[in-house]
């Protein structure tokens, strides 16, 4: 027989042999429901299990609280620049932000839960929009907004969802909001642990999740711990220019979407959106339909208290009708990105990003190459030194530094065909949660 100090080494060996688990955080009742499940980050958009958390959780009664957000603010500097409309400055500040509440408790055999999700852009992002370069998307002034990262809208997310059993390891889930997340693309960037630290918005945003806020979506699907099928009907519109209301609309538009988490580390999803084109607004083309695929994969590790690293890497393209100069024309188009961060002991955050998109000339106002698509890229990097002040808040200080690749086409544009950009910002933003 083996004595107790043998025992306690041969012991000791198996636990060291034992494979590195990864830190999951969750939130459950009595009965063992999930009531805040880590893959739970954007709608109904799936995370890895091992995606940390972050954010202020509190019991209150038979509901599980939970608050999290993230304020920047933001000194932007973009030289070279020849085409600002209206000979706009070179040089801005900003301050990008939102916040997010959601209330979850258990009904019946199920849970339920109630989300918002408030951002004062509207009074904190001016002139149409951040500086960014080579970013396309909404409405402004009566024009479509380009180089600049339209602010988002005072209500991002005001619904309501249920998730109960349905047979055996599979449940089933209902989502609806006045505004809301359709079931399309990876988890919005401001959530993704790959970009949230980043102030600066992807370029490719709007090919891979420009429905994360949808005015109007009712959403159902199926799921067991590893796999997710659903389906949304939605209103397809951007949002218009004012900012502070609902621009609710007709369901015109549908999407579904197949989620998978191979392990706790990994998540990965594709998904499929026919939808009414969202500038039809601008172009006057009311029933011109866009049908765009996204493609994704998220991965995240943790490799002791604080210390993580994510990345993300995602394709999406749309295809359908576009107007130019009075002219409609069928356009395909689409963009692809990888992007990473890696926090060192919740002090240090290095992150980068690398996208490579194909834009409609007359998106960037290059109106004299027609539908021509321009290919081009960007890279991205940048650091965050944040510091712990108590109370569950974390503030820090970064700064990030970018260039455009851009084609012969756009070079007399932006004074070369390598435009550089800068920013250096204030974060603050809750610290991890550890159950």
């Not at 600002?84 to 839960?113: D, E, I, K, Y």
């Not at 047979?167 to 919005?188: H, I, S, V």
């Not at 600066?200 to 159902?220: K, N, Q, R």
């Not at 502070?244 to 538009?253: P, Q, V, W, Y």
Request: aromatic content about 8%.
């Amino acid at each position: 027989m083996l004595s107790a100090s043998a025992s306690a080494r041969v012991s000791a060996q198996q636990t060291q042999a034992q494979p590195e688990a990864p830190e999951v955080h969750e939130h459950v009742d009595v009965a063992g429901t999930l009531l805040t499940p880590t893959t739970d980050f954007s709608g109904t958009a799936w995370l890895p299990k091992a995606t940390p958390m972050l954010g202020l959780h509190r019991s209150w009664r038979e509901w599980d609280l939970r608050l999290d957000g993230t304020v920047f603010v933001q000194f932007l500097y973009e030289p070279g620049d020849r085409h600002r409309t209206g000979g706009a400055a070179n040089h801005q500040l900003v301050s990008p932000n939102w916040v997010m509440a959601m209330a979850r408790r258990r009904v019946g055999a199920g849970r339920f839960g109630l989300r918002t999700m408030l951002s004062a852009e509207p009074w904190t992002v001016s002139d149409c929009g951040a500086l960014n370069y080579l970013a396309v998307g909404e409405v402004c002034d009566n024009d479509t907004i380009h180089d600049r990262e339209q602010p988002h809208d005072l209500v991002m997310e005001l619904a309501a969802d249920y998730d109960g059993p349905l047979m055996g390891e599979w449940r089933w889930q209902a989502y609806a909001g006045l505004a809301g997340e359709p079931a399309f693309g990876p988890t919005a960037y401001p959530h993704r642990p790959s970009a949230s630290i980043n102030p600066i918005a992807p370029i490719s945003h709007h090919w891979l999740d420009a429905t994360h806020i949808a005015f109007g979506v009712v959403t159902a699907g199926v799921h067991n711990q590893r796999v997710k099928a659903e389906a949304s009907l939605f209103n397809g519109r951007s949002p218009d220019e004012q900012r502070t209301n609902l621009d609710l609309g007709a369901f015109d538009s549908a999407s579904a979407r197949l989620s998978v988490l191979p392990t706790d580390r990994l998540s990965l999803q594709l998904s499929v959106a026919h939808m009414r084109n969202p500038r039809a607004m601008f172009e006057g083309l009311p029933n011109a339909m866009v049908t765009s695929i996204s493609a994704s994969g998220t991965y995240v590790r943790t490799f002791g208290p604080g210390t993580s690293w994510s990345s993300t890497a995602a394709l999406g393209f749309s295809t359908g009708r576009e107007i130019v100069s009075g002219i409609p024309f069928d356009s395909t188009n689409g963009a692809t990105l990888i992007e990473t961060s890696m926090t060192i002991a919740d002090r240090h955050t290095v992150f980068g990003r690398a996208e490579l998109a194909a834009i409609p000339a007359h998106h960037l106002h290059a109106f004299e190459f027609g539908g021509e698509n321009l290919t081009a890229g960007k890279l991205e990097g940048g650091y965050v030194r944040q510091f712990s002040i108590g109370k569950g808040l974390s503030p820090g200080v970064g700064g990030t530094a970018g260039i455009s690749l851009l084609p012969p086409e756009l070079a007399p544009r932006y004074s070369g065909s390598v435009a550089p950009s800068f920013s250096i910002f204030f974060i603050l933003r809750p610290t991890r949660h550890a159950m």
